[in-house]
């Protein structure tokens, strides 16, 4: 039977299957290219980011659990190139102390979106992500786009469960008032 | 054209992979990397309980932790007398080790307040377990409290300094006002203290002195005296007796 998982592909990289590896990037070429637009806004630079991510996967795929979930693994390489590259070109203002992780907060509960009110969520959001910091722009991207849960982004950003739920709840705000002022405009 | 180059970015990777110009790190490497994390925390809580129970020690020892109950001149002389570098060194490993630990799921899914106080508390608590163990007196060569009374001062008054490096440079003889010792005799309005130098001293008390309430002092009784020198003598400004 052919292995299907990320995790078993994963495993087979791990051993040195080169084809194994292809077929990592074929499924996540498009989902990290798409998570790269939401920061970056020069395609070059985006194709430049998405080789350097899978680059980074291939040197470091030992490091890799194959008895945990691989997308989140992935998407923390991701976000890491995407914060070095953010610092970089200085256009995103990157807090070094987040208050929102100080204190302890109420555990956010998980919103059940519908599929309807997702895809009109991930239309608004394609227009106005510009108007959000990065801080609450990622777990937006995370959670409409690439699907995640709460305990996953919160994997990825390593950042309280209860801090991601937050975060998303603030980012929905922000929006919202960016929309509003939009058609009062 | 997009698809063209974004096969091309693959085939890259691949190609470099082919080559043997993109390798993967071995096994070992990330082993290895856990190791080095892991022995950065054991040496930053290390660090940490030394200097902490090295301060507590060194507070006890001098008596300045005595000093803040004489009131606001006694805060004050307690604020100058704080080996400032030692605490500032006690920070410093707190922060390394939050930063460090901060790198495992188990402190990174709780906020930073709960990490903080939870390492807080190892240093605290730590450091105080650690400071009334034998080491700082084994490694500072001092005689205990019920042992100073037993020793004879080699030439005449002076004795033999307390404690060699790191902790003669902190310790007592830093300080002007803050004195601490055990009572060898009463006469009179002066008091006699031996300190951990086993030097004899010359306490006189006022009628201003702020003496222990409710306690006669005798001979063997260990004090603390916050008091400005005059001349051979010690001006007390206040008498704390310890261990009642």
Known sequence: ?185 | MENQSKQSASQKIIAAVKSGRLKMRPKWHFILRAVLWLAGIAAAVLAALYFFSLLMFIARETGIWAAPVFGWRGVLIFLASLPWMLVLLVLVFILALEILVRHYAFAYRLPLLYSALAVLLLVVVGGILLAGSPLHRMLSHCPAENEILKIPPPNGNGGPPCGTGVYRDLGPRRFKNIHRGTIENIDGANIILKNRQLENLAVVITKKTRLPFGADLSAGDEIVVVGDWRGDKIEAFGVREIGR
Do not use: C
């Not at chain 1, 074929?26 to 990290?32: C, F, G, N």
């Not at chain 1, 390489?77 to 914060?83: G, L, R």
């Not at chain 1, 982004?153 to 309280?160: F, Q, S, Y």
């Open chain 1, 1 to 185: 039977m052919e292995e299907t998982t990320d995790e078993s592909i994963a495993a087979r990289v791990q051993k040195g299957d080169i084809e194994a590896f292809t077929r990592l990037m074929e499924r996540y070429e498009k989902k990290i290219t798409r998570y790269a637009r939401k920061f970056l806004a020069d395609p070059d630079d985006i194709k430049d980011i998405v080789q350097e991510v899978f680059t980074k996967v291939y040197i470091n795929i030992k490091s890799f659990d194959v008895k945990r979930k691989f997308s989140p693994w992935i998407y923390r390489v991701a976000h890491n190139e995407f914060v070095n590259a953010l610092k970089k070109k200085k256009s995103e203002k990157l807090s070094f102390i987040d208050f929102d992780l100080v204190l302890p907060r109420r555990e956010a509960k998980e919103t059940a979106d519908s599929e309807v009110d997702k895809k009109d969520l991930r239309r608004l959001l394609d227009g106005h992500m510009r108007s959000l910091a990065a801080k609450y722009r990622e777990p937006l991207v995370l959670y409409y786009y690439e699907e995640m849960s709460y305990r996953e982004i919160a994997e990825v950003l390593r950042l309280p469960v209860s801090t991601v739920g937050i975060r998303l709840q603030r980012a929905k705000n922000i929006l919202k008032k960016s929309i509003d002022k939009k058609i009062f405009n």
